[in-house]
C-alpha cells in the first residue's frame, strides 16, 4: 500500500515542482502563488496518507515541513519589501530547529554501528559554513547576525542529521541525510545569487535542489518505521 501511494505522490509531486519552475521561466506570479505553496503541502498530504506522522517525533517534522510552507508563501513576495526575506529566514530557522529537534527525538540513544570518520564530516560541515559565512560576509550589511544565525542552524542540521548513522533505519538515515545536504545547496544558491553574485537559472536550481531536500526528508521520515537497521 505504501508503494502504491509513494509512487502515484512522486508523479503529483514531480508535476508541481515542473509548473512552479514554469512559473518562475515565465515570471508568472498566479502560478507561483497557486503551486509553490503545493510543493510543502503536497508532502505533508503524502506524510498522513503513508502513515509516517504516526510517531510522536513525526510532529516535529511536521511543524517544519508547516513553517516551510510558510517560508515559501513570503519568499514569493520579496521582491515587494524586504520585511518579506525577513520573514521567509525566519520561517525556515524555525523550521530547521524543528528538523533537528525530530533528527534528535527519532533516534536511538545509543549507536548500534559508528561511522567511520564521523567527525572529520562533522568539521568539514563547519568548514563549509564557516567558510561560506565568510565569503558572503562584507555584502550582508544588517543581515549580517540573522545570517550567521540561520548558517549556524543550517549547519547544525547537517551535523544532527549525521548523527542519525546507526540510530535509525539505513533508509531513513540516507534519505534524510542527502535532504539536508541539498538544503545546504539550495540555501547555499539562494544566498550567492541575493547577496554575491547573479547565478544563471538560479531560480531554476534553487527551486529543484529545495524540492529534492523537502522530499527526501519527508521521505526520510515515512521510512523511519521500518526495523532494518545500518
Known sequence: MRNF???????AFITIVLLVLLANITGNLFLDIV????IVISLLVYLFASGGHKEKAARLAVGGLAFSCLGDVLLIFQGRHGLFFIGGLVSFLIAHLLYIAYYVRSSGSMPEKTLKGKYIYFLVILIYGTTFYTVLYNNL??????????TAVLMGMN????NRYGRVNERSFIFVMTGALFFTLSDSLLALNKFLFPLPLAGLWIMITYSAAQYLITEGVVCSSDKARV
Do not use: E, M, Q, T
Open 35 to 38: 503551486f509553490k505553496p503545493l
Open 141 to 150: 550589511g544588517d543581515l549580517r547576525l540573522p545570517v550567521a544565525i540561520y
Open 5 to 11: 501511494i509513494r509512487h502515484k505522490f512522486i508523479f
Open 159 to 162: 551535523i544532527f542529521a549525521l
